[in-house]
Every structure is written in C-alpha cells, then in structure tokens.
Antibody, heavy 114, light 107 residues
Framework: VQLVESGGGLVQPGGSLRLSCAAS????????MSWVRQAPGKGLEWVAN????????YYVDSVKGRFTISRDNTKNSMYLQMDSLGAEDTAVYYC????????WGQGTLVTVSS | DIQMTQSPSAMSASVGDRVTITCRAS??????LAWFQQKPGKVPKRLIY???SLQSGVPSRFSGSGSGTEFTLTIGSLQPEDFATYYC?????????FGGGTKVEIK
C-alpha cells in the first residue's frame, strides 16, 4: 500500500490550492478515503472523507463550503480542493485509507501566509 | 459533535513499565475507536482498530479495550521505541474526531 500526496505549498490568505493523493498497491475503488491534517505542533484533525464511488462525502464543520473532496477511480487518485484559505488551514495534510485510517501517506505541507 | 477526551495529556514512564492511556467519548460510539502512534516528524501509524483489534505487524504488547464511552490503550511493557504521542479516533459518527493526544516521555 502506498499513498503519495502532492500539491502543497505557500498560498496567500483567501487563495486556493488543490491537493492530490495517488494510491497504489491496493484496489483503490474498494475503499473509503480520508484527509487528515495536523497544524504545526498541534494534534490531528479529521478533515473529510469520501465513499468508494464518490456518492457520499463528509466534512468537518470548519471546512464545509470551502473544501471539496473528490476522487477519480480510473486514476487511483483522490483530491482536496481548498478555497478561501486562512491561516488556520496551515498544516500538514495527510491522505489515509478507509474511515478508520489504516494507512497514511507522508503528507504535504500547506502554508497560508502573506 | 462527539468529543474525545484523552488522559493523561502527558506522562513519564520507564522502559519496562506498564502504561495505560484512556479515551472517553462524550456519547456512545460502540466500538468505533482506533488508536494511533506518532513519533516526532513521522506519519501517524494505526495500532488498534475496532477498539481491540491489533493492526497487522504491531507488537502484541499493545492492546486496546472498551466499548461505549470509555476506552483504554495499554502497552504491556514499554520499550524505547514506544516513546511517542498516542491519539484515539472515533469513527462512529460525523465529523470523526481525534482525542487531544497523550505524549509518553522517558522518565
């Protein structure tokens, strides 16, 4: 099982960023997938997850209306579109397999700063 | 939202000690509880799922118990590589929520 995140970087407040998670080593289309974040020096925060076929999506309240989770099973990939970013969104973003987070990627750092 | 309260938030222990970490849910979550270990600068690793099932490859000194609102992670005999921060996660209802973490340090 391998999960590789990409797309992080420095973005100005109010800006947008799209994270990607490339999966390999398992049947991607058979699993729920999740995003989790960790602000510098802080604990873990569950962000969102998406059902196998993309028909169900759930978010933490703090990102509802700003973040959109999606997936492309033909590309074994999951995405997180992040809009209206604020300093509070600065974190390492991890993708993880399943709702109970059995495997994690290495993470990608998102920094929101002017 | 379901609040997950971990205790203690930090502790000091010696190699060979038996360590117990508790996670309390603000409402019943059946057995939808997982435990994770995170070492500094590293990716979190799942240790326990479904409250008491040991993740493949995880040493048997780790065990989990509980159901409903109170859960426990036990390390039977603390090893040097176990010094880390531990988190619980409830996946019973949305939004999923983590506990605040327990940092296990060397005494």
């Amino acid at each position: 099982v391998q999960l590789v995140e990409s797309g992080g970087g420095l973005v100005q407040p109010g800006g947008s960023l799209r994270l990607s998670c490339a999966a390999s080593g398992f049947t991607f289309s058979s699993y729920w997938m999740s995003w989790v974040r960790q602000a510098p020096g802080k604990g873990l925060e569950w962000v969102a997850n998406i059902k196998q076929d993309g028909s169900a999506k759930y978010y933490v309240d703090s990102v509802k209306g700003r973040f959109t989770i999606s997936r492309d099973n033909t590309k074994n990939s999951m995405y997180l579109q992040m809009d209206s970013l604020g300093a509070e969104d600065t974190a390492v973003y991890y993708c993880a397999r399943e709702g109970a987070l059995s495997f994690w990627g290495q993470g990608t750092l998102v920094t929101v700063s002017s | 939202d379901i609040q997950m309260t971990q205790s203690p938030s930090a502790m000091s222990a010696s190699v060979g000690d038996r360590v117990t970490i508790t996670c309390r849910a603000s409402q019943g979550i059946s057995n939808y509880l997982a435990w994770f270990q995170q070492k500094p600068g590293k990716v979190p690793k799942r240790l326990i799922y479904a409250a008491s099932s040991l993740q493949s490859g995880v040493p048997s000194r780790f065990s989990g118990s509980g159901s409903g609102t109170e859960f426990t992670l036990t390390i039977g005999s603390l090893q040097p590589e176990d010094f880390a921060t531990y988190y619980c996660l409830q996946s019973n209802s949305y939004p999923f929520t983590f506990g605040g973490g327990t940092k296990v340090e060397i005494k």
